[in-house]
T-cell receptor, first 113, second 111 residues
Framework: ETGVTQSPTHLIKTRGQQVTLRCSSQ?????VSWYQQALGQGPQFIFQ???????GRGNFPPRFSGLQFPNYSSELNVNALELDDSALYLC????????????FGPGTRLTVT | GNSVTQMEGPVTLSEEAFLTINCTYT??????LFWYVQYPGEGLQLLLK?????DKGSNKGFEATYRKETTSFHLEKGSVQVSDSAVYFC??????????FGPGTRLSVLP
């Protein structure tokens, strides 16, 4: 397994700015999901992409948006950053037809000041 | 909607003690159940899973049994080690959709 990689590892932004986080999925996986994990809490589902289309969304505002590329890598974009957006952002990839558990990346730690 | 509840932490144990972390869930259908572990500064690692009622997941000495009648998936280990210190998340997933995680339970094992 090549694993799931995310970049950058850490990021510091100012309130009101925009940020893009990147995820490279496990080789052969066609589905990517993004989660937000605030400090001391469990991960919360943001959205999922399957074959470049959004395929489910959690309770997050439209300023959270994403993309999936033909090679199944993905981006998470957050506009108009707020202090509460400070969190660990996790990407998970899977091959939906197999029903196997998703493989999580190490996360990107975003701090908004 | 679906939800997962875990016992409050932190849990502090001495090395070689018995571990139980309780997890109960609410789901509309028949979810798969998971335990993930998160070591300091890292992402989530799958510890074990069970896909149907009465299945037992096991890995690295940890076990959990899918109990449909009590909607539970309690994590157990007979003898914990200092290296087991981490945050443990119970989660469910239905029909290949997104995971729903519990709030996590921090475990500290003292030598």
């Amino acid at each position: 397994e090549t694993g799931v990689t995310q970049s950058p590892t850490h990021l510091i932004k100012t309130r009101g700015q925009q940020v893009t986080l990147r995820c490279s999925s496990q080789s052969g996986h066609n589905t990517v999901s993004w989660y937000q994990q605030a400090l001391g809490q469990g991960p919360q589902f943001i959205f999922q992409y399957y074959r470049e289309e959004e395929n489910g969304r959690g309770n997050f505002p439209p300023r959270f948006s994403g993309l999936q590329f033909p090679n199944y890598s993905s981006e998470l974009n957050v506009n108009a950053l707020e202090l509460d957006d400070s969190a660990l952002y996790l990407c998970a990839s899977s091959l939906e037809t197999t029903g196997k558990a998703s493989l999580f990346g190490p996360g990107t730690r975003l701090t908004v000041t | 909607g679906n939800s997962v509840t875990q016992m409050e932490g932190p849990v502090t144990l001495s090395e070689e003690a018995f571990l139980t972390i309780n997890c109960t869930y609410t789901a509309t259908g028949y979810p798969s159940l998971f335990w993930y572990v998160q070591y300091p500064g890292e992402g989530l690692q799958l510890l074990l899973k069970a896909t149907k009622a009465d299945d037992k997941g096991s890995n690295k000495g940890f076990e959990a049994t899918y109990r449909k009648e009590t909607t539970s998936f309690h994590l157990e280990k007979g003898s914990v080690q200092v290296s087991d210190s981490a945050v443990y998340f119970c989660a469910l997933r239905e029909n290949g959709q997104n995971f729903v995680f519990g709030p996590g339970t921090r475990l500290s094992v003292l030598p």
